[in-house]
């Protein structure tokens, strides 16, 4: 029996502290740098040295997924260290992704259903997964290992909390945890467990959109402006491939529809996606993936999936199985007033 391909991406609620990627100066130059560029110029590229493809399973783990990937590219890039001697825990960081989408009904200490609500298998939110990296940190997945809940008796995904180290405050962070640097954590005095981490490293997420909309509308408890999750998501192609050119992946969310739905959607045997959604479509849900790639010419995006190595099954090229070339049309394009594709972060670390 194949396994059910699960989504499990959630829209990033407003949040005015978002901080831009590009300032307003270096939007201006690369944009103005682009329009003099002939269209379709340049040969397709590909960040170099990928992360091996997650299955993320039975699980609606896409964005702790897409976010471990994100983030063990960027620690290689800066540390050099091998994908093998870095594998950061999907499940640790899934779980606390939870935890900080609902920071005021999962409330550990004070909320007896603090549990059930951050053990129930419902997505998370793209921001809420990297911040978890800057409050929480990860341990490593031999710690909270991975696995399909129906299948694994050591992970049972969140059910049984005491058969694994407490997700909040594992009593050997210390020894196989990867953390932020003390001043990252000055909103959380119990992050740093007060002994030198394994990986002690300083971690940056940044949002792509447009800097201009970047502290316009107050502090932290600002109310959001009309049509925000347009605007905030309305990034031209041409800064996603900037992105990618300045060598970093960014993580994404995908809305998937009943007549356009990633899970059944043909591919070309060159691994194209081939249907994009229509006004029309019946939104069926959110999905989390990292953008690796760029064709200018053809006008695509190479996408690393979390459903596998052998998905998609129609693509013949081996090269691509986990991933595959999306249409510019999925990030150009939206669907009831709202962007196909959204939250785009970029992780970084030094």
Not at 24 to 35: G, I, N
Not at 124 to 129: D, E, F, L, T, V
Not at 210 to 227: I, W
Request: charge should be neutral; charged fraction near 20%.
């Amino acid at each position: 029996m194949e396994t059910e391909l699960r989504l499990g991406n959630i829209r990033d609620k407003f949040d005015a502290r978002d901080r831009p990627l590009y300032t307003t100066d270096e939007v201006q130059a690369f944009t103005a740098l682009a329009s003099e560029s002939a269209p379709g110029a340049g040969s397709p590229f590909v960040l170099p040295d990928l992360p091996p493809v997650y299955n993320q399973g039975g699980i609606g783990s896409c964005v702790a997924n897409a976010v471990a990937s994100a983030l063990r590219y960027a620690h290689k890039k800066s540390t050099g260290t091998a994908y093998k001697d870095f594998e950061p825990s999907r499940m640790f960081l899934y779980y606390n992704a939870r935890v900080n989408s609902d920071p005021v009904n999962i409330n550990i200490a004070g909320n007896p259903n603090a549990e059930t609500k951050a053990r129930h298998d419902g997505g998370s939110h793209n921001r809420s997964a990297i911040h978890s990296l800057l409050m929480q940190g990860v341990c490593l997945e031999a710690l909270w290992p991975y696995g399909n809940p129906s299948s694994d008796q050591t992970t049972h995904l969140f059910e049984h909390l005491d058969k694994k180290p407490n997700p909040i405050e594992p009593e050997d962070w210390n020894k196989a945890t990867w953390q932020a640097k003390g001043s990252s954590h000055l909103n959380d005095p119990k992050a740093l467990s007060g002994e030198k981490d394994i990986i002690p490293r300083a971690i940056g997420y940044y949002r792509i959109f447009d800097p201009a909309l970047a502290g316009a509308v107050g502090g932290a408890a600002a109310s959001p402006p009309p049509s925000w999750e347009y605007n905030w998501n309305n990034v031209p192609t041409a800064w996603l491939e900037k992105t990618l050119l300045d060598g970093f992946p960014f993580v994404f969310g995908v809305r998937i529809y009943k007549d356009a739905d990633l899970r059944i959607s043909k591919f070309t045997p060159g691994g194209v996606l081939v249907k994009p959604p229509t006004n029309k479509s019946e939104d069926m849900g959110g999905h989390a993936m990292m953008a690796i790639g760029f064709d200018s010419a053809k006008k695509l995006f190479l996408v690393q999936n979390s459903w596998g190595s052998t998905w998609p099954a129609d693509i013949t090229d081996a090269s691509l199985k986990g991933r595959f070339w999306m249409p510019y049309e999925w990030f150009e394009r939206s669907v009831n007033n709202l962007p196909c594709t959204y939250d785009y972060w970029v992780i970084k670390t030094s």
